[in-house]
């Protein structure tokens, strides 16, 4: 069923809203897929915090119009299904790219980042990219690493002493 004037301009308002504050997004071609295999990434999408949307090629211009995701739409062409990161960068990627590797019709078309447009093939460098809680703990790991070294630094004189006085004291027990 088709939709009327106001449903179209709802639609692309949401669209724009998600797209206004979303890390990233990625265009996929879902042709051949089965509505099963849709609703099982929709559950994924869900899980992971992915806002997923099929969304008729004129209407998601529109709505992408205003955002940083603006230069994505020339590359929107045949039936897509659009995914939005809203927590981090890489989550729709990974979504994506486990997806497809079980779903040999389910390709990435097109993928942007803060802005950025990138070839499908720049989908692998995208999903790498770690999480906010691991992107936190490798930050806090450089941020504790000297601090680390420095108190080993001013710990081994001492350490040093209590070494060697242990060596006298058995040296003087074995005589």
Do not use: C, W
Not at 16 to 29: F, M
Not at 87 to 107: C, E, I, T, W, Y
């Amino acid at each position: 069923m088709p939709l009327k004037l106001e449903g179209k301009v709802a639609l692309v308002s949401e669209v724009n809203e998600v797209a206004a504050q979303a890390h990233s997004v990625i265009a996929a071609e879902y042709r051949g897929l089965k509505v099963a295999e849709m609703d099982e990434l929709r559950k994924k999408a869900r899980n992971d915090q992915v806002y997923l949307r099929v969304v008729k090629n004129t209407l998601a211009r529109r709505a992408l119009e205003g955002t940083s995701f603006e230069p994505l739409g020339e590359r929107l062409v045949g039936p897509l299904v659009l995914g939005f990161s809203m927590q981090d960068p890489g989550a729709v990627a990974r979504l994506f790219k486990d997806f497809a590797k079980s779903h040999d019709k389910f390709q990435v078309k097109a993928l942007a980042i803060s802005g950025q447009v990138l070839e499908a093939t720049d989908l692998d460098r995208l999903a790498s990219l770690p999480t906010r809680d691991q992107a936190i703990a490798m930050l806090m790991g450089v941020m504790k690493a000297p601090i680390e070294k420095f108190v080993r630094t001013v710990n081994e004189p001492v350490a040093k002493m209590v070494r060697t006085l242990a060596a006298v004291r058995d040296q003087k027990q074995a005589a």
